[in-house]
């Protein structure tokens, strides 16, 4: 009873924005479970920007994904068959399963692993509010950025799905937040839905004239999604003792030649200010805090979030390129089946 | 009795590196002390990279320096007559005397004021190992950069007069430390008299290659005084949760327009790295403690220092070229005067 298996492969490195002929098709038959692990099938993938860096061949936080392999991604999916005496048949699971129909894995919390999704809650979340997405927001923004109350915070690709959940729970913690995303849908949505205080549209603001208009006594916290020319800017606008979250720069993850960085650093000398690199991995024993407190907030209203759900197996490597090209808004999905309801428990 | 008071003004903005013709020499009466004021005479002048950034009209931690204003500069002195009840005729004190003869200042901490010269301390210290240099090594490294024992720590600037103090405290913190220098006699100086472990000549070296087989672990704290390639070539080395200091950018401090900067600032999220500008200005009511630890380890043999001593008043714009040139091991001064003995005490 061997189920065929549909993967994504990497063919070969994409060299800028990412091709479809970077990847190859292929059915293989599914994998049979050893003692101790289980058959997950796929129902959501999810896609991140980090993705376009693991295809890149250099030294990282994770290894590059290799020619040959299925591409790495974050997915929830169903447990189709268990030999691992935590997990049952239905049950549903979250972990990097890939680019794939079925994937087998161990149970546990390592990086190969996969975790429960907690009954009750819609479960394409734990790719996005409640999944890296949101924990990302929530450990960059309170633990790295540190923001008080009354202070100004100023956030990156706020209508992304990193973005628009740190500047709700900047909000939260009393701050002044600013928003820069890209169109007047997406500003709309920032300020009108995720109740922003004001957001910059990139792609029609001089974005250093409005925040010094937005940001009079400068940034305190800037949650940095972007990097590039905003970046530069930012560092213009600096309150004293200023931090910069460094979640990612989506802005460069396309470039083929690195592009040169901001020329005014030295601004972090003179306002005495703090830029600071963070990964998500890193916090991975306290994920259960933060999606204890993001579901509380999203269960009273106080954060909303959106997904923007793609389908078809075969439309997964363009739904990358949605990331880079502005198209989603909120968290970006593709999603290959429904869970089967009778297998549930 | 009124006094002839040389001093060199501000005529016009360098572009670029320092000119002589961007100041004017003028003599005028000495000022005359107000009730609670004091006339000083300046006998030592520092030069600092940082007196290059007062010349250009752009909002910093201090107000730039005005066309037609004495050149601000930290200097030691003797008071000459006081109005003030803490001070006496014939004692040494130090502040932002100027390029000039003669000032006249209220006593106190503050900017404008002087703090004398504590006893039997060479004064010219107060501008160097003691002053705002080694107090900024002092702070900066660490306050900020926060350094553990067996951790490998660089400082670039490694013959300079706040790179060299740097460094050294790195020892005593028990610390592996590299420096970076121009030159063989200036690397020679750092590993033979200050004692660090190993200097990399960046300009006859590739700095990249040598950082790597030096900090095969990489770089846990970089004290930064230089910017530009340089920091580019650390951001690549890296240790996991590297802590960058920065104090200064004098690669740049010279440049008509803003240079690009580093082409890899993502390196500080793959590494969680941070990045910190500070201002040793925050730490002067910290001073004393600072000049304490810092004269034990003098005294102990423990920390070397050098000062390369100009003279000649009309010298001293030239002077402050030889920071840019790098024709200077470790602090340099120019000396006006000796204390006249008869009126100490």
Known sequence: MSETNRQWLLKRRPVGRVEP???ERRSVPAPEPADGELLVRNLWLSFDPTQRGWLQDRPSYLPPVQIGEVMRASTVGQVVRSRHPDFEAGELVFGLGGWQDLFSCP???G???????????????????LGLTGVTAYFGLLEVGRPQAGQTVLVSAAAGATGS????????QGCRVVGIAGGPDKCRWVTERARFDACIDYKHDDVGKRLGELCPSGVDVYFDNVGGPILEAVLDRLALRARIVLCGSIASYNDVEPRPGPRNLS??????????GFLVLDYLARME??????????RAGEIVHEEDIQHGFENIPAT??????GENLGKQLLQLGEPEPERVG
């Open 21 to 23: 002929d970077d990847f």
């Open 107 to 109: 149970g546990g919390s």
């Open 111 to 129: 990086l190969a692993g996969v975790r429960k999704v907690p009954a009750g809650v819609p479960p394409s979340w734990l790719l996005g509010v």
């Open 165 to 172: 959940v740190a500047g709700q729970i900047a909000r939260l």
């Open 267 to 276: 601004n972090l000398v003179v306002r005495r200010a703090r830029m600071e």
């Open 289 to 298: 805090e933060a999606v204890r407190e993001l579901l509380g907030w999203v």
């Open 320 to 325: 990358l390129n949605r990331l880079f090209t």
